[in-house]
Protein backbone atom coordinates (compact mmCIF):
# COMPACT_ATOMS: atom_id res chain seq x y z
CA UNK A 1 0.00 0.00 0.00
CA UNK A 2 1.40 3.53 -1.15
CA UNK A 3 1.42 6.65 1.29
CA UNK A 4 0.50 9.76 0.32
CA UNK A 5 1.33 13.28 0.96
CA UNK A 6 -0.54 16.22 -0.35
CA UNK A 7 1.17 20.00 -0.68
CA UNK A 8 0.35 23.49 -2.28
CA UNK A 9 -2.55 24.67 -0.42
CA UNK A 10 -3.55 27.88 0.88
CA UNK A 11 -5.45 31.21 1.07
CA UNK A 12 -6.13 32.59 -2.48
CA UNK A 13 -9.30 35.20 -3.43
CA UNK A 14 -11.71 34.36 -5.90
CA UNK A 15 -10.56 34.10 -9.41
CA UNK A 16 -6.58 33.31 -8.39
CA UNK A 17 -5.48 29.63 -9.10
CA UNK A 18 -3.51 26.53 -7.07
CA UNK A 19 -1.58 23.53 -8.10
CA UNK A 20 -1.95 21.13 -5.62
CA UNK A 21 0.37 17.92 -5.64
CA UNK A 22 0.45 14.66 -4.63
CA UNK A 23 3.50 12.60 -3.85
CA UNK A 24 4.09 8.92 -2.98
CA UNK A 25 6.31 9.13 0.37
CA UNK A 26 6.32 5.29 0.73
CA UNK A 27 5.78 3.06 -2.10
CA UNK A 28 4.98 3.78 -5.68
CA UNK A 29 1.95 4.48 -7.40
CA UNK A 30 2.88 4.25 -11.10
CA UNK A 31 0.17 1.13 -11.92
CA UNK A 32 -2.66 2.78 -9.78
CA UNK A 33 -5.55 4.97 -10.61
CA UNK A 34 -5.18 8.10 -8.83
CA UNK A 35 -8.30 10.54 -7.29
CA UNK A 36 -8.64 13.74 -6.04
CA UNK A 37 -11.66 14.49 -3.44
CA UNK A 38 -12.50 17.74 -0.96
CA UNK A 39 -14.76 17.81 2.00
CA UNK A 40 -16.10 20.99 3.18
CA UNK A 41 -17.04 21.24 6.50
CA UNK A 42 -20.41 19.85 7.30
CA UNK A 43 -20.06 18.12 3.99
CA UNK A 44 -19.49 14.72 2.84
CA UNK A 45 -15.93 14.03 0.67
CA UNK A 46 -16.68 14.32 -2.95
CA UNK A 47 -14.89 13.16 -6.43
CA UNK A 48 -13.29 16.17 -7.87
CA UNK A 49 -10.75 14.67 -10.56
CA UNK A 50 -9.21 11.19 -11.04
CA UNK A 51 -6.77 10.13 -13.87
CA UNK A 52 -6.43 5.68 -14.85
CA UNK A 53 -2.83 5.00 -14.45
CA UNK A 54 -1.38 5.75 -17.85
CA UNK A 55 -3.21 9.29 -17.60
CA UNK A 56 -4.73 9.55 -20.78
CA UNK A 57 -8.12 8.90 -19.18
CA UNK A 58 -9.33 11.48 -17.20
CA UNK A 59 -12.77 12.26 -15.35
CA UNK A 60 -13.86 15.17 -13.48
CA UNK A 61 -16.99 16.34 -11.58
CA UNK A 62 -19.24 19.05 -13.34
CA UNK A 63 -18.56 21.61 -10.88
CA UNK A 64 -14.83 21.55 -12.09
CA UNK A 65 -15.15 21.22 -15.75
CA UNK A 66 -12.98 23.36 -17.58
CA UNK A 67 -11.41 24.96 -14.58
CA UNK A 68 -9.36 21.81 -12.75
CA UNK A 69 -6.87 19.79 -14.39
CA UNK A 70 -5.45 16.86 -12.78
CA UNK A 71 -2.17 15.15 -14.45
CA UNK A 72 0.62 12.80 -13.30
CA UNK A 73 4.69 12.77 -13.27
CA UNK A 74 5.39 8.78 -13.11
CA UNK A 75 8.63 8.91 -13.34
CA UNK A 76 8.47 11.47 -10.24
CA UNK A 77 5.69 9.16 -8.84
CA UNK A 78 3.75 12.83 -8.19
CA UNK A 79 0.08 13.97 -9.20
CA UNK A 80 -1.20 17.37 -9.11
CA UNK A 81 -3.99 19.23 -9.09
CA UNK A 82 -4.40 22.44 -11.41
CA UNK A 83 -6.74 24.72 -10.37
CA UNK A 84 -7.98 27.97 -11.82
CA UNK A 85 -10.80 30.65 -11.43
CA UNK A 86 -10.99 29.21 -7.83
CA UNK A 87 -14.11 30.30 -6.16
CA UNK A 88 -15.48 30.30 -2.60
CA UNK A 89 -17.01 27.13 -2.87
CA UNK A 90 -14.44 25.65 -3.72
CA UNK A 91 -13.19 25.96 -0.04
CA UNK A 92 -12.12 22.51 1.02
CA UNK A 93 -9.66 20.04 2.31
CA UNK A 94 -8.48 18.18 -0.58
CA UNK A 95 -7.52 14.57 -0.82
CA UNK A 96 -5.22 12.51 -3.22
CA UNK A 97 -6.45 8.55 -3.14
CA UNK A 98 -4.77 5.81 -4.94
CA UNK A 99 -6.77 3.10 -6.53
CA UNK A 100 -5.11 0.29 -7.24
CA UNK A 101 -7.19 -1.01 -9.91
CA UNK A 102 -5.46 1.60 -12.29
CA UNK A 103 -8.56 3.30 -12.83
CA UNK A 104 -9.22 6.39 -11.27
CA UNK A 105 -12.78 6.18 -10.84
CA UNK A 106 -15.43 8.76 -9.26
CA UNK A 107 -16.04 5.87 -6.67
CA UNK A 108 -15.16 6.97 -2.94
CA UNK A 109 -14.61 3.28 -1.87
CA UNK A 110 -12.84 2.37 -4.98
CA UNK A 111 -9.69 3.98 -3.06
CA UNK A 112 -7.31 2.57 -0.77
CA UNK A 113 -4.73 4.96 0.13
CA UNK A 114 -5.75 8.30 1.39
CA UNK A 115 -3.24 11.17 1.71
CA UNK A 116 -3.37 13.36 5.25
CA UNK A 117 -4.92 16.41 3.12
CA UNK A 118 -4.59 20.01 2.54
CA UNK A 119 -6.19 22.63 3.12
CA UNK A 120 -7.81 25.57 0.36
CA UNK A 121 -9.55 28.32 0.83
CA UNK A 122 -10.80 30.74 -0.98
CA UNK A 123 -12.07 33.97 -0.17
CA UNK A 124 -14.06 36.35 -2.30
Known amino acids: QVQLEESGGGLVQAGDSLRLSCAASVGTFVTYGVGWFRQAPGREREFVAGASWTGIQKVYADSVKGRFTISRDNAKNTVFLQMNSLQPEDTAVYYC?????????????????WGQGTQVTVSS
Open 97 to 113: AADRYGVGTAEVHEYES
